[in-house]
């Protein structure tokens, strides 16, 4: 193989090509399991970020959140998938935010196809873990 890769320098370019197209992209819009919302999954420096991009209803406020200085805020916008860096083959980890409890989790998001991505997390301290899967919107 070695005297292949030197023979034929091209061939590597053409081989490193394909298997980086081969990888998915969870950029863009998906729905949250529950349907209440969509989340906007963007480039944010080397990781990934998501923020809340839509919601079905009225949005809420922040209400529960460790800082009482951003207890005001609306959810619309906000962060909720923090610094998602590659964690292997279409997987990334990194913290998820959840405004229902105020709670950061230890998270990872994997996709599943091009219109399906599992986001798994784990409360800080080794407490409760859970998943649930998103639907690619665009």
């Not at 923090?82 to 229902?100: C, F, L």
Request: with cysteine; glycine share 12%; net charge positive.
């Amino acid at each position: 193989m070695r005297f292949w890769l030197t023979g034929c320098p091209l061939c590597l370019v053409v081989l490193l090509t394909a298997s980086t197209a081969a990888l998915a992209d969870p950029v863009g819009e998906w729905r949250v399991a529950d349907g209440t919302a969509t989340i906007r999954i963007h480039r944010c420096g080397a990781a990934l970020c998501g923020n809340v991009a839509t919601t079905d209803s009225a949005p809420g406020k922040d209400i529960r959140n460790p800082d009482p200085a951003k207890r005001n805020r609306s959810v619309l916008g906000m962060e909720v998938l923090i610094n998602m860096r590659p964690h292997g083959r279409n997987v990334w980890a990194g913290t998820s935010y959840d405004a229902d409890d105020g709670q950061y989790y230890s998270t990872q998001i994997s996709l599943d196809g091009e219109s399906a991505l599992k986001i798994s997390g784990c409360a800080p301290g080794g407490g409760p873990c859970g998943s649930q899967i998103w639907s690619r919107v665009r």
